[in-house]
Nanobody
Framework: QLQLVESGGGLVQPGGSLRLSCAASGFTLDYYAVGWFRQVPGKEREGVSSISHSGSSANYIDSVKGRFTISRDNAKNTAYLQMNSLKAEDTAVYYC????????????????????WGQGTQVTVSS
């Protein structure tokens, strides 16, 4: 069964850090670009960050640049999102996704291009 499983979410105070993990099973993740997306109730899902198959290229939305770092360990079939200096506005359900995105350089953060999705993990930033 092909699946992605996120972990590492939770409750953190403003200014704190969390590291999200995205573990793939049933398929080899290094054949896919990986994206992280987030969604809050009543709003559309937005792309947060993406990373190429090899990990050589990454993309971030402006609001998380300098605070979030995406990475991957293909030997572990896992991708990560390190989130530092968290703010209340980062509160959301975070999803990882994998897509073949063949031909793209830096993978775009367009949800329609990703084929496999995890179930999501809640991140709450609050004092």
């Amino acid at each position: 069964q092909l699946q992605l499983v996120e972990s590492g979410g939770g409750l953190v105070q403003p200014g704190g850090s969390l590291r999200l993990s995205c573990a793939a099973s049933g398929f080899t993740l290094d054949y896919y670009a990986v994206g992280w997306f987030r969604q809050v109730p009543g709003k559309e899902r937005e792309g947060v960050s993406s990373i190429s198959h090899s990990g050589s290229s990454a993309n971030y939305i402006d609001s998380v640049k300098g605070r979030f770092t995406i990475s991957r360990d293909n030997a572990k079939n896992t991708a990560y999102l390190q989130m530092n200096s968290l703010k209340a506005e980062d509160t959301a359900v975070y999803y990882c996704a994998a897509g073949s995105l063949l031909g793209w350089g830096t993978p775009p953060m367009r949800s329609d291009l990703y084929d496999y999705w995890g179930q999501g993990t809640q991140v709450t930033v609050s004092s």
